[in-house]
Nanobody
Framework: QVQLVESGGGLVQPGGSLRLSCVASVSIFVTRTVGWYRRAPGKQRELVAR???????NYADSAKGRFTISRDNAKRTVYLQMNSLKPEDTAVYYCNLEARTSINYWGQGTQVTVSS
């Protein structure tokens, strides 16, 4: 069973930064994709950023230019660097891993609150 453990969420003022981390219990080198999603109150879960096994990335329009996804295969860790945070970024952020079997795995989520 694949386990994903997120950390790094918290309360930050508008314009601030946070870095989320997601540690996987398995190698992330051979995954199809790793990514970050979020669910804001009253809204559906949405993609924030995703990285393919080959290193290609795609971002939600709301994240482009502000967020950066990266990974460290040796540490089995995926990161999401979030800069210039806005109140509308407030959400629970979830780490996702899509295995080559097409099975999706999810972390438990980490709360990000952007407020003054």
């Amino acid at each position: 069973q694949v386990q994903l453990v997120e950390s790094g969420g918290g309360l930050v003022q508008p314009g601030g930064s946070l870095r989320l981390s997601c540690v996987a219990s398995v190698s992330i080198f051979v995954t199809r994709t790793v990514g970050w999603y979020r669910r804001a109150p009253g809204k559906q879960r949405e993609l924030v950023a995703r990285m393919t096994g080959g290193g290609g990335t795609n971002y939600a329009d709301s994240a482009k230019g502000r967020f950066t996804i990266s990974r460290d295969n040796a540490k089995r860790t995926v990161y999401l660097q979030m800069n210039s945070l806005k109140p509308e970024d407030t959400a629970v952020y979830y780490c996702n891993l899509e295995a080559r079997t097409s099975i999706n795995y999810w972390g438990q989520g980490t709360q990000v609150t952007v407020s003054s």
